[in-house]
Nanobody, 115 residues
């Protein structure tokens, strides 16, 4: 059973930075895709950033130039560096790892951007 453990959320002022981490365990297979989603109150969950094995990354337009996804394959860990945070980035952030057609999710970590 794959488990994802997230950390790094919190309260930050507009313009500030946070770094989220997500460590995956329990998979006997190499993890090819690791991503971050977020869900704000009253809104659908949306893809924020994804890292595909080999160095390919994709970002939703609203975070391009501000967020950076990276990973440590030796540790099966994915990071999301979030800079220049805005109030509209406030949401619960979820780590996602799809393996053989099954989506695994972290427990979610709250990010609140407010003065």
């Amino acid at each position: 059973q794959v488990q994802l453990v997230e950390s790094g959320g919190g309260l930050v002022q507009p313009g500030g930075s946070l770094r989220l981490s997500c460590a995956a365990s329990g998979s006997s297979l190499s993890i090819h895709v690791m991503g971050w989603y977020r869900q704000a109150p009253g809104k659908q969950r949306e893809l924020v950033a994804v890292s595909i094995g080999g160095g390919i990354t994709h970002y939703v337009d609203s975070v391009k130039g501000r967020f950076t996804i990276s990973r440590d394959n030796a540790k099966n860990t994915v990071y999301l560096q979030m800079n220049s945070l805005k109030p509209e980035d406030t949401a619960v952030y979820y780590c996602n790892v799809p393996i053989l057609g099954v989506d695994y999710w972290g427990q979610g970590t709250q990010v609140t951007v407010s003065s």
